[in-house]
């Protein structure tokens, strides 16, 4: 499955936009199975070799599902291997690149209940964020 992912990543990204490539792998439904963790691992890893463009727009979404679902201990086991990044997502806000990965970013600091970095990037990259994410209204 990993190796099918980069294959793709680097050949067709955009055919996984919004494809739902985990369901049935790392996910089902909003559960996760047991390699939902070593996942979340792998992802943050390719993370820094793809800068921009769809397949960024693909990891930072997967690891946006990672971070939230119905089976709380490995939701926390795959928090734990995100948690790390959080200066990555705040660059990748800051970047201005995408105004979607950005969105992805920012929901993926909230989720991981960093509310002191979600506050900062409300504040301070307010002007890279979607208007519906400025409220603190969650």
């Known amino acids: 499955m990993i190796d099918d992912l980069f294959e793709t990543l680097d050949s067709d990204p955009g055919s996984l936009v919004g494809a739902g490539w985990m369901d049935e792998h790392a996910v089902n439904s909003s559960f996760f199975h047991r390699s939902a963790p070593a996942v979340a691992q792998i992802l943050m890893a390719a993370l820094p070799s793809y800068e921009a463009g769809a397949a960024r727009e693909v990891l930072l979404e997967a690891l946006a599902d990672l971070c939230s679902g119905d089976t709380d201990e490995l939701v926390a086991q795959c928090q734990a291997m995100i948690r790390p990044g959080v200066w990555t997502f705040l660059e990748e806000i800051a970047s201005g690149r995408s105004s979607v990965n950005a969105s992805f970013a920012f929901e993926i600091i909230d989720m991981l209940g960093e509310d002191d ?7 301070q990259l307010g002007d890279f964020l979607p208007r519906a994410l400025l409220n603190d209204d969650d």
């Open 117 to 123: 970095w979600v506050a900062f990037a409300r504040e």
